[in-house]
């Protein structure tokens, strides 16, 4: 349940920031719907407990972030996908839901994918499913995960695609601390936005793996800042240390700084 909290701090970071579907908050209000199975199959290892893990996550940002007062609904989509999209175009369309959340089920999640790419909307599934995926593929579960990486990299280039974020897969045994890091860390060097959790104890060691560097924070603020200076003068491009920064530089700067910002509002002193 923690997990999902972790999963909707980032959804709210990039809701505001529009990083990952250009989204726009119309109202004033970021809408954050919990699309669950409430009545069968995943009900006991998602549904209410979903649904308690968001206001978790919005309990912890105060109910605002960046000034924005957060909503959270919520609806059962009874493990249909028919059920599921009618209920996420009403969010999108007449309720300006901005980030849908949980959404247990493949059949539902991919038919609710293509409904939010359609919306520009925001997706936040709550896993790879890497552990099902190793089942089916008869491979063998390996640290370094070499065995499911051209699935994780096709993973994210279909995340991408969609301008969705993407979480890593579970890692599982709770006794390899060393292991967790690493997969952690490869998955953030693959292109991850987070990780999704089965123990209270993995939340730290993941939360150190995903949060941007105070290194990469300070170099993402001063690029911005060269790269608005040189707009200034006429330029489109600036050398910085010699590197070539151009605007595809300036909008992950700007990604790294508004999550690092919403990860330090979450961390603030009530």
Known sequence: MKSLAAVVAAGLALAVSGTAANAQISDDVVKIGVLTDMSSLYADATGKGSLAAVEMAVADYGGKVKGKPVEVV??????K???????ARQWFDVDKVDVIV??????????????TKEKNGILLNSGAGTSDLTKDLHAAYTRDRLPLLTALQLALLAARASRLAALDGVHLDLSDDEGFALACRQGRELGFDGKTLIHPKQIEAANTAFAPSAEEVA???R???AYAEAERSGKGVVLVDGKLIENL?????????????????VAAPR
Request: hydrophobic share 50%; proline share 4%; no cysteine.
């Open 74 to 79: 919520s609806a059962d989509h009874q493990n």
């Open 81 to 87: 996908p028919d059920v599921g999209v009618n209920i």
């Open 102 to 115: 949980d959404v247990p089920n493949s059949g539902v999640a991919l038919a609710v994918s293509n409904l």
């Open 219 to 221: 170099w993402s603020r």
């Open 223 to 225: 690029i911005i800042a």
């Open 249 to 265: 530089h300036i909008e992950n700067a700007r990604r790294v700084v508004t999550v690092a910002e919403a990860i330090a509002q």
